[in-house]
Nanobody, 121 residues
Framework: QVRLVESGGGSVQSGGSLTLTCAASGHTSSRYCLGWYREAPGNSREGVASVGIDGSPWYADSVKGRATVSLSSDRRTLTLQLNNLEPEDTGVYYC???????????????WGQGTQVTVSS
């Protein structure tokens, strides 16, 4: 079992930046990947970025070039830096982990409680 706790959300103006942090505890070494999802009002939850066991990052097209995801060497801290934020980035951001893939919701094994990000124009 892996427990995930997010922090770092908040309100920011368009064009600003935020860094989200996920503290992972438990058997993180048994998880293939950790990543970030977001759920905007009225939309389904979607993948934003993730890091695999080999350290390779994945980014959704909507954040490519604006996001940097990183995982600490002990696999217990996952960060997501988002730059040049847009109102479309507004939503609840969730940390997620999986033993085999992090790209779609059905793949996910554990979720954090979420942190709100609000971008105003």
């Amino acid at each position: 079992q892996v427990r995930l706790v997010e922090s770092g959300g908040g309100s920011v103006q368009s064009g600003g930046s935020l860094t989200l942090t996920c503290a992972a505890s438990g058997h993180t070494s048994s998880r293939y990947c950790l990543g970030w999802y977001r759920e905007a009002p009225g939309n389904s939850r979607e993948g934003v970025a993730s890091v695999g066991i080999d350290g390779s990052p994945w980014y959704a097209d909507s954040v490519k070039g604006r996001a940097t995801v990183s995982l600490s060497s002990d696999r217990r801290t996952l960060t997501l830096q988002l730059n040049n934020l847009e109102p479309e980035d507004t939503g609840v951001y969730y940390c997620a982990s999986s033993a085999w893939a992090c790209t779609t919701v059905p793949d996910i094994w554990e979720w954090g409680q979420g942190t709100q990000v609000t971008v105003s124009s």
